[in-house]
């Protein structure tokens, strides 16, 4: 299947600080992407290269196999078909939904514009809006009738630059769940900026780790958390310690808590120290088991408890137990390491 948005080794720099380094990603048609990383890592750049607001410096930006970007040509952003959402909404204050939602199809007839602002309306749950001002709207709302105005001229790509960022917590992981089956019913492609895994993991199909202007690891969310391709993206995303280990076969690791099997990294020989990715969900808390870890901290979180332990060596895990199963700090708990995913990295590789 062919591309819809084929971004091939693209750098932007501004002066000569290079803030996009060579990054090459795809997204299929219907398909929904994330730009993941920390503030200043470069995603929203890239986003801004991939709408035509900024030029790219090396590589080339095509949608729908047509060139929109070249470090010697740059289509206009009106002139590519995209749709996109801003972080503070932008929306025109002085305009009812109706009028903000037809600002983009003033092209359309009349009656093709009443049809399209009923159906979109329908769409994000606030049938009825037409009359309404911006201000009379909750944050929700408001983000809400973003994303509508943003579609109702038919987009081939949506970007959405932080849209969900201004909003509360819970408010913002059920809009993205939202935004992503509106998405997928209206056909179109979608490309998110964001800093919070859990909007990542709820909206998007392709998920791209960016550190320092680089695309470290374009991937599904699952291979993020359990195949990490670094030790940054292991870091990034999810909780997860590094344990020390020692490598005694190609497909196995002793550590404090067990030998563990799985692919262990060619540059990993026999003997060679090494740290082996530990997430709180593969620490399983068994009464019956011989091996002990004590309690130094812990953290509610409704159904469960995120305790941190103490091996005897002194190194520490994260272990994620249902809530009924409540130990103070300074308690004993049997443990057991249940990995299904081998992550190792050199020990030489810590900072």
């Not at 398909?31 to 030029?55: D, N, V």
């Not at 895994?197 to 709820?202: D, I, R, T, V, Y």
């Not at 026999?270 to 997430?279: A, M, P, Q, S, T």
Request: with cysteine.
């Amino acid at each position: 299947m062919n591309s819809l948005l084929d971004v091939q080794d693209v750098s932007v720099a501004y002066g000569v600080a290079k803030v996009v380094r060579n990054v090459s990603l795809g997204l299929q048609p219907l398909e929904i992407g994330c730009l993941l990383g920390p503030s200043g890592c470069g995603k929203t750049t890239l986003l801004r290269a991939i709408a035509g607001f900024e030029p790219i410096t090396s590589g080339v930006i095509k949608l729908n196999k047509e060139v929109m970007s070249t470090p010697r040509k740059t289509v206009a952003p009106e002139r590519r078909g995209i749709g996109m959402v801003f972080q503070d909404f932008s929306l025109f204050p002085h305009l009812s939904i109706a009028d903000n939602l037809t600002f983009g199809i003033r092209r359309y007839k009349w009656r093709e514009q009443h049809k399209r602002v009923k159906a979109l309306l329908a769409l994000v749950g606030l049938s009825g809006f037409e009359k309404r001002y911006p201000h009379e709207l909750s944050g929700g709302q408001q983000q809400r009738i973003a994303l509508a105005r943003a579609l109702a001229p038919r987009p081939h790509l949506l970007l959405l630059d932080e849209p969900f960022s201004g909003l509360d917590v819970e408010l913002r992981e059920s809009l993205a769940s939202e935004v992503r089956m509106i998405l997928k019913d209206e056909g179109i492609t979608g490309l998110l900026v964001t800093h919070d895994q859990h909007e990542a993991f709820a909206m998007a199909d392709q998920v791209g780790v960016i550190h320092e202007g680089k695309l470290l690891q374009w991937d599904t969310a699952y291979n993020l958390y359990h195949k990490p391709a670094d030790r940054f993206v292991a870091d990034f995303v999810g909780q997860g310690v590094l344990l020390p280990g020692k490598v005694i076969s190609g497909t196995e690791v002793e550590t404090e808590l067990a030998i563990i099997e799985g692919k262990v990294p060619q540059s990993c020989k026999e003997g060679c120290g090494v740290e082996v990715l530990v997430r709180p969900d593969d620490i399983q808390h068994d009464d019956c088991s011989p091996r002990q870890a004590t309690v130094i901290d812990r953290a509610f979180r409704g159904s469960h408890f995120l305790y941190t332990l103490r091996l005897k060596s002194g190194a520490e895990v994260l272990c994620l137990t249902p809530s009924h199963h409540d130990h103070a700090v300074g308690a004993n708990l049997g443990i057991r390491l249940e990995i299904d995913d081998l992550v190792v990295f050199p020990a030489s590789q810590r900072p």
